[in-house]
């Protein structure tokens, strides 16, 4: 579904412009402040988006264990109640975990009592589940309206974006769409917040080997470079 919107926004282009493009557009500010990444160019966010998935999670957290590497975990609230034990198992392994709604709706098109209910609910979720507070979230498709983050903000969650996409739904050039997003940002003198998924929002058992295995041949190729692996929270203004 990101692919829709990237591909949407890039169409509208100029044409439409304004609106559109600020609510979708993942590097817009113009509907208020999100995170996206500092600017230390060497610094690179892992970030998953729409688990736990019991056909990936265990399997990613195992390859990030592997390389010493911790990353960002945007979990949908049914799934996690559907799999506590893997949610426990990301905090527990001292990766982030934020907020990305109970159901995945299009926040953009959702009356306000809603979309504070799907944020609310999910960081109860989560944090009944791991007894840790919730602190960072992640729109859906990455949509957002002013209410929408004056909703995240008033649960005392950062609302975070992206500026790499690694158009993961599709097996093939992962690792190369990561690669060209990072070398941009750094030509840009910026770090890097790459959007992954570890799950589907449709349904739990997604398959997302592909995105797993892509994941450990990024962090295999940036060993012993000075690119570090750092969670959202390092991103965070004083
Ligand atoms: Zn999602």
């Not at 009592?113 to 602190?135: F, M, N, Q, S, Y």
């Not at 500026?163 to 769409?177: A, F």
């Not at 892509?214 to 295999?220: E, F, K, P, S, T």
Request: charged share 20%.
């Amino acid at each position: 579904m990101i692919a829709e919107v990237a591909a949407g926004a890039a169409t509208l282009g100029l044409a439409v412009g304004g609106f559109t493009y600020a609510s979708l557009w993942p590097t817009s500010q113009i509907f208020g402040w999100t995170l996206i990444a500092g600017d230390d160019a060497n610094e690179v966010a892992l970030t998953f988006d729409d688990g736990p998935n019991d056909a990936a999670t265990l399997q990613l957290l195992e390859v990030l264990a592997r390389h010493g590497v911790r990353a960002t975990f945007f979990a949908m609230g049914d799934f996690a109640r559907a799999r506590p034990e893997i949610v426990r198992q990301v905090v527990a392994e001292g990766h982030v975990l934020g907020n990305h709604t109970m159901s995945h709706p299009r926040l953009s098109t959702q009356f306000a009592a809603r979309v504070r209910h799907e944020l609310a609910d999910c960081k109860a979720v989560l944090e009944d589940i791991t007894g840790e507070a919730v602190k960072f979230f992640r729109p859906p498709f990455g949509a957002r309206r002013p209410y929408v983050l004056r909703a995240a903000r008033e649960l005392g969650l950062t609302p975070v974006l992206w500026n790499v996409t690694g158009y993961d739904w599709n097996p093939i050039g992962i690792m190369d769409n990561l690669n060209k997003g990072i070398a941009r940002n750094r030509l840009r003198g910026r770090g890097s917040n790459l959007l992954l998924h570890d799950g589907g929002h449709r349904a739990m058992g997604a398959a997302r080997m592909d995105t797993v295995r892509a994941v450990d041949r990024l962090m295999d190729a940036y060993r012993g470079t000075a690119t570090r692996f750092v969670t959202v929270d390092a991103w965070v203004r004083e």
